[in-house]
């Protein structure tokens, strides 16, 4: 069953079949798959990621891009969001990230997400970024905006 044939209420029991403890391979979220991450824990409003650092995801000095770290974060982000089964589609509005400490390629790191807070139209989510040994990498915060966009034959329809 795809994700557009599951019912209502259904998303975060379907989510843990799907995905949980498995690397994602066949999200909606084609930069997502890129990561090549594993679904580590996922409950209502919370979801937590990890992955290996790859060479492609890198700087010049071997450690993690800044750009990827961010993607790293909005994912999990999103899939935080998205195990609350909510009628309407979010996009994000902002994304403020603060890089802690490096992590090189080959090491291993787990992204945490949270909802802090649901609204009617914005959902808050904060994100913290660690290594292996527990060392703090990153932490972030975003919000979220309800949209208009529905989902139709795996193509976003405005």
């Known amino acids: ?3 557009k044939e599951v019912p209502p209420g259904k998303v975060l029991e379907w989510i843990k079949q799907e995905f949980l403890g498995k690397e994602v391979k066949n999200s909606r979220s084609e930069a997502g798959n890129w990561l090549q ?24 000095y071997g450690n993690i891009h800044g750009g990827i770290m961010s993607l790293v974060i909005d994912e999990v982000i999103g899939w935080s969001v998205v195990s609350l089964d909510l009628d309407s589609h979010y996009t994000s509005m902002n994304l403020n990230v603060d890089f802690l400490y ?10 945490e997400a949270n909802v802090i807070r649901h609204g009617k139209k914005i959902i808050h989510v904060e994100c913290s970024v660690f290594d292996m040994k527990n060392n703090l990498l990153a932490r972030a915060a975003s919000n979220l905006i309800a949209t208009g966009m529905q989902i139709r034959d795996g193509e976003v329809a405005q």
């Open 1 to 3: 069953m795809g994700y």
């Open 37 to 60: 991450f594993k679904l580590e824990a996922i409950e209502r409003g919370r979801a937590v990621i990890s992955l290996e650092v790859r060479k492609e995801m890198t700087n010049p």
């Open 102 to 111: 490096a992590i090189r390629q080959g090491e291993r790191l787990r992204a």
